[in-house]
């Protein structure tokens, strides 16, 4: 609580210190009681750094600090609503007038194997479960049961992804259930987790014609009504052995398994459905046959995992003291996973004893726990944050259990409520500040699942459930959960319903200060307009996934608004004019509004506007749709089916815009004649839009453009890259043109750019050459070319004096490719992944190849006629896996030679039809023998 109340009290003193309140103080005389203020809420900031430690153990410090952070919010309401007020006048000025007409996610089921310690015993008795034939059931519940934390999931991917598991069963489907057993979900999971899979060990051919449908378009079965999806559901299951992972289970109403249950009883004999929990009621409840009880990891498997994630490798030899105290601190934690290695990321490569022998003497492990938890471990990892992450920190907790955080929305959330510092320098915003955050408690293990998927500006990730325990301990009281059984404390600000119905709504009576409500499930028209009524401090309103038809329009009353979603609401059709009165609002979320007929006509007015996502009906977003926003940073322009023209008459306007996606507008016709204007513009994505080329009309020689990442796809009329791309030689990083059909080659002016690091090209099928001078692009790091039929990678000398830093190379599917292009060998000292797949011509490694010292990865893959690997492979010290896989034209004695000559490789995987011939000829040799 201290912590929240220490972020309220730095953003009230930021306010007051700000030029903007220094004039309103003086012209409206009360300079000197704002000036008293000041000094007030700098005391409270001093005592508020000595509460933090002892508010744990002394209650009556626990109300007294509760009582302190009320009145620093009525400050800080009453100093915002100042600067509305400052924010109504600039609208007023602009227009030259005084006056105005008005659940939880899904996992996924990979893990690495090498990263999983001490789970050898446990993963063969769960795969000696699942073989098991039972000639009374199809199919079989196996259950594995733990606390939070011990790697139930993780064991549970282990097994998921055995080669014996993916030969035995036809079918393999993984999903996350959690504290939502709603059939019809999970029905909809099943079969998503099903058709990713689906030609796994089965013919497609084989599918009823339903289902193929579903193949062939995802979106289908959004779109299915329930008896639709159990019918599919069954068609798909229908005598086929399966395996199903429930994964994080909790519910224990029979009534609603057994519903599940009917759905996948059609599996023919030897299916199995395994299931994670941390409740023994759940396996009891589902008819488990077979239950295996996780237990902690050993001692010394616990230790192991320490030692791998707290020293450098070998370290721990160099300082056999703090390995002794790393392994009492490791008795600590119980032999849960999660706390060991939360623990040891925070300890890593630090070596000053006084460190290590706090975090094993802290007295926070003496604080009394419930059975099984582990939050005093988590603690520890808590204590050394600085003030402002712990206060975001605490700010997750509204989020519900195995929520699948996005960065960018996150860092909205974050700056709705002020609680981002300001940048350290100009060059930095607000929006890479909470970068830095999240990127600090990824660091700290705070979150995890991490997934980039190419975007390099956009992730995603998650938090472990014991780590949403810690924070919802932190939170309590200002952040909760709203069900029908909850019971809401008077002071709460953050809701997220979960639930809806008589008895959530009645909860809000006694409350009167909320700032963040977050709606999960679909809520009436009549509780949305009592909210606002009621709570008019909000910062935060989620109603993503609604389906009313009108924005009520007191929603204008909400002048502390900051951040506004209402994505996916596919029946409203208008958005009431008073939405323009919301000054201070930096997000709104209009993406997914399919019948959304144009932009309120006054959105000018929102003049804080940061983040805008749009999807409507309208035929062009022009000046005085969007343009005039100059305070945008992000615009996110998806599936307006008759947008024709972006940003007509927008010379000069959106300076600061940094992120564009330009997304699935089927009729768009231009857009690079706005571009120039668009000078701060970091990040563009422009996808599936078939009428756009992107070609220039005009020459842009003295454009100076700073874009840093480039992303084209599905662009059928894209032949060449635009010239003003040019304007960014300094700056591009990051290239990938995807799906364009008709893109025939790279241009002549390509190795301008001198700061390009990463190349994709990928289905491009009349993609011919690359330009000449590759060679040039000294800072390019990975290539990666797929599906390209026509391309053909030059293999001319190049400048043998120019040295590349090339790190990755990766090819598959070029036809055309006989041999690694020779420029290649530029990179001599740097390559370390190198991987050919599916290049039916490709005959053979160069002799040149082991010159490149710092190979690390060799991968050859589906290349029919390749057929020799060049001398010297032993030279390649620095190899660590090499494999070659379905080439049939390598000889038997050939691969025999190099298995010997890279004996010091430690992964070495050859195709499994040259292992069963290798073993043939031995048994055919031992026969002849005897």
């Not at 929603?555 to 608004?561: A, C, N, P, Q």
């Amino acid at each position: 609580m201290a912590e929240i109340g220490y972020g309220i009290a730095v953003k009230v003193l930021e306010l007051l210190r700000s030029v903007t309140f220094q004039e309103i103080s003086s012209a409206w005389g009360v300079k000197s009681d704002l000036t008293k203020l000041e000094r007030t809420v700098k005391a409270i900031k001093a005592v508020l750094l000595d509460a933090e430690e002892k508010q744990a153990s002394d209650h009556r410090l626990g109300v007294w600090l509760g009582e302190l952070k009320d009145v620093l919010k009525d400050a800080e309401n009453v100093l915002d609503e100042f600067q509305y007020i400052v924010l109504q006048k600039e609208v007023m000025k602009r227009n030259g007038s005084t006056s105005k007409k008005e659940r939880r996610e899904m996992t996924h089921s990979f893990v690495r194997p090498r990263n999983v310690i001490g789970r050898d015993d446990a993963k063969k008795q769960i795969l000696d479960l699942l073989m098991q034939q039972d000639a009374d059931r199809n199919v079989n519940v196996i259950s594995i049961v733990g606390i939070g934390g011990l790697g139930k999931t993780t064991l549970a991917k282990l097994v998921f992804d055995d080669k014996q598991v993916v030969s035995h069963f036809q079918l393999r489907m993984w999903v996350c259930v959690s504290d939502d057993f709603n059939v019809t979900r999970l029905t909809k999971e099943i079969l998503k987790s099903a058709i990713f899979r689906i030609d796994e060990n089965f013919l497609v051919d084989g599918l009823p014609n339903s289902l193929k449908e579903l193949l062939k378009d995802k979106k289908i079965l959004e779109n299915l009504g329930v008896d639709e999806l159990q019918c599919r559901l069954r068609e798909l299951l229908k005598d086929k052995k399966f395996l199903l992972v429930l994964d994080d289970v909790w519910n224990d109403e029979r009534k609603k398994w057994i519903e599940l249950e009917d759905l996948i009883l059609g599996g023919c004999n030897g299916s199995k459905i395994l299931v994670t929990t941390r409740n023994s009621s759940v396996a009891t409840i589902m008819d488990t046959t077979s239950t295996y009880n996780l237990k902690g990891l050993p001692e010394e498997d616990c230790v192991s995992l320490f030692v791998k994630l707290a020293f450098k490798v070998g370290q721990e030899n160099q300082y056999p003291n703090l390995l002794n105290i790393g392994r009492e601190i490791v008795k600590k934690c119980k032999g849960v996973p999660l706390a060991v290695s939360t623990l040891a990321g925070l300890l890593y490569s630090k070596v000053d004893e006084h460190e290590w022998k706090s975090i094993r003497d802290n007295e926070i492990w003496q604080i009394e726990q419930k059975e099984g938890d582990i939050l005093p471990a988590l603690k520890l990892s808590y204590n050394p944050l600085p003030f402002h992450l712990k206060q975001c920190f605490a700010y997750c907790s509204v989020y519900p259990k195995d929520f699948e955080f996005n960065n960018l929305q996150l860092i909205q959330f974050w700056l709705a409520h002020g609680i981002l510092q300001s940048p350290a320098n100009e060059s930095q915003e607000l929006e890479d500040v909470g970068d830095l955050y999240i990127k600090e408690l990824l660091s700290r293990s705070f979150f995890q699942d991490f997934s980039d998927e190419e975007l390099l500006f956009a992730y995603t990730f998650k938090m472990h459930d014991l780590v949403h325990d810690l924070a919802l301990s932190i939170a309590q009281g200002e952040c909760s959960v709203v069900t029908k059984k909850s019971i809401l404390a008077a002071e709460v600000c953050h809701l997220s319903f979960s639930e809806n119905g008589k008895e959530v709504t009645t909860q809000l009576e006694k409350l009167s200060k909320v700032q963040t409500i977050i709606f999960k499930t679909e809520q009436p028209a009549s509780l949305l307009e009592a909210c606002i009524a009621r709570f008019k401090y909000l910062r935060v309103l989620c109603l993503d996934d609604s389906s009313f038809e009108v924005l009520p329009s007191s929603i204008g009353s909400l002048i502390h608004l900051r951040y506004l979603d209402l994505s996916n609401n596919c029946i409203i059709k208008q958005l009431p004019n008073s939405i323009c009165k919301l000054h201070n609002l930096q997000t709104l979320l209009l993406g997914g509004c399919s019948n959304l007929e144009r932009l309120p006509k006054d959105i000018r007015d929102i003049i804080s506007l940061r983040h805008l996502y749009v999807t409507t009906k309208h035929t062009c977003l022009s000046e005085k749709a969007v343009g005039c926003l100059d305070s945008l940073r992000f615009l996110f322009i998806d599936e307006c089916d008759n947008l024709k023209c972006l940003f007509e008459g927008t010379e000069g306007r959106l300076t600061n815009l940094r992120t564009l996606f330009v997304v699935e507008c089927p009729s768009l016709t231009t857009l690079s004649l706005s571009i120039k204007y668009l000078t701060a513009l970091e990040h563009l994505f422009i996808g599936h839009c078939k009428e756009l080329s992107l070609t220039d009309k005009e020459e842009n020689q003295d454009l100076k453009l700073s874009l840093r990442w480039l992303m084209i796809g599905k662009l059928p009329k894209l032949e060449v890259l635009p010239q003003w791309l040019q304007a960014s030689a300094n700056t591009l990083q990051h290239l990938e043109i995807e799906d364009c059909y008709n893109f025939t080659a790279l241009p002549e002016w390509l190795p301008h750019l001198k700061s390009l690091q990463k190349l994709r090209i990928k289905d491009c099928p009349v993609f011919s050459s690359f330009p000449k001078g590759m060679q040039d692009l000294t800072a390019l790091r990975e290539i990666r070319i797929q599906n390209c039929e026509e391309l053909i990678l030059t293999n001319k000398e190049e400048n043998q004096n120019i040295k590349s830093s090339l790190r990755l190379l990766k090819i598959e599917n070029l036809p055309k490719l006989e041999v690694l292009p020779h420029w290649l060998k530029e990179s001599a000292n740097t390559l370390q992944h190198l991987e050919i797949e599916d290049c039916c011509n490709f005959t053979a490694l160069p002799e040149w190849l082991p010159h490149l010292k710092s190979l690390h990865t060799l991968r050859i893959k589906d290349c029919p006629v390749f057929s020799s690997l060049p001398e010297g492979m032993q030279d390649l010290t620095a190899l660590r896996e090499f494999q070659i896989e379905n080439c049939p034209k390598l000889s038997r004695k050939c691969r025999e030679e190099v298995r010997h000559k890279i004996a010091h490789v430690p992964n070495i995987d050859f195709d499994e039809y040259f292992e069963r011939e290798r073993w043939r000829h031995q048994r055919i040799f031992r026969r002849r023998s005897f």
